[in-house]
């Protein structure tokens, strides 16, 4: 299995740009959620999904995008990049039942 | 609405020594508490996690924590720190009846000397 799968590694977009964050998981779990890691805040919950086609907001949702089509992939999408957002970005599932998320490798992106 | 407060951002202990690390919650509800650890370049790996039943829980590289209900606390602890017990720790709660949202703390740092 290959577990919560973020794509890419890194990233580096100019001020204005948008992108789109790629997860995808194997695991057939129904919770999805994308956190932000910055220096002294920890991980902060920007959107999460309890189920294909049900999105909900965090902590810290402006700026960013999700959808949920499938069970396996929750896409995350900045519309228009800023210094900000600059961040480490991890996704992570988990099944209804067990109340653990499995996480990411993360994905450094760093707006200039 | 769910909250956590981790005391301490950075904690330093000698090898050998009692590791201590502090999670308060905040709840209207019965929580889920769980703690997590990341390495250096790393993503969060789970230690142990609290839903129902024994307040005792008991993880993974000799860590365990206590759910105390009347402290709102759930602190980590680990009897002998090892130097490769050095890495951030993360205390997060999610509610009963929405377990799709986990709400993490600020992290601790902890520091092991030889």
């Known amino acids: 299995n290959a577990g919560v799968t973020q794509t890419p590694k890194f990233q580096v977009l100019k001020t204005g740009q948008s992108m789109t964050l790629q997860c995808a998981q194997d695991?057939?779990?129904?919770?999805m959620s994308w956190y932000r890691q910055d220096p002294g805040m920890g991980l902060r919950l920007i959107h999460y999904?309890?189920?294909?086609?049900?999105?909900d907001q965090g902590e810290v949702p402006n700026g960013y995008n999700v959808s949920r089509s499938t069970t396996e992939d929750f896409p995350l999408r900045l519309l228009s990049a800023a210094p900000s957002q600059t961040s480490v970005y991890f996704c992570?599932?988990?099944?209804?039942?067990?109340?653990?998320?499995?996480f990411g490798s993360g994905t450094r992106l760093t707006v200039v | 609405a769910q909250s956590v407060t981790q005391l301490g951002s950075h904690v330093s202990v000698s090898e050998g020594a009692l590791v201590l690390l502090r999670c308060n919650y905040s709840?209207?509800?019965?929580?889920?508490l769980f703690w997590y650890v990341q390495y250096p370049n790393q993503g969060l790996q789970l230690l142990l996690k609290?839903?129902?039943?024994?307040?005792l829980v008991k993880g993974i590289n000799g860590f365990e924590a206590e759910f105390k209900k009347s402290e709102t606390s759930f602190h980590l602890t680990k009897p002998s720190a090892h130097m490769s017990d050095a890495a951030e720790y993360f205390c997060?709660?999610?509610?009963?009846?929405?377990?799709?949202?986990?709400?993490f703390g600020q992290g601790t740092e902890l520091s092991v000397k030889p």
């Open positions: 709840s209207s509800v019965p929580p889920y």
């Open positions: 992570a599932s988990a099944s209804q039942g067990y109340y653990g998320y499995t």
């Open positions: 997060a709660v999610s509610l009963y009846n929405q377990g799709g949202k986990l709400i």
């Open positions: 695991m057939n779990h129904e919770y």
């Open positions: 999904s309890v189920g294909a086609g049900i999105t």
């Open positions: 609290y839903t129902t039943g024994a307040t």
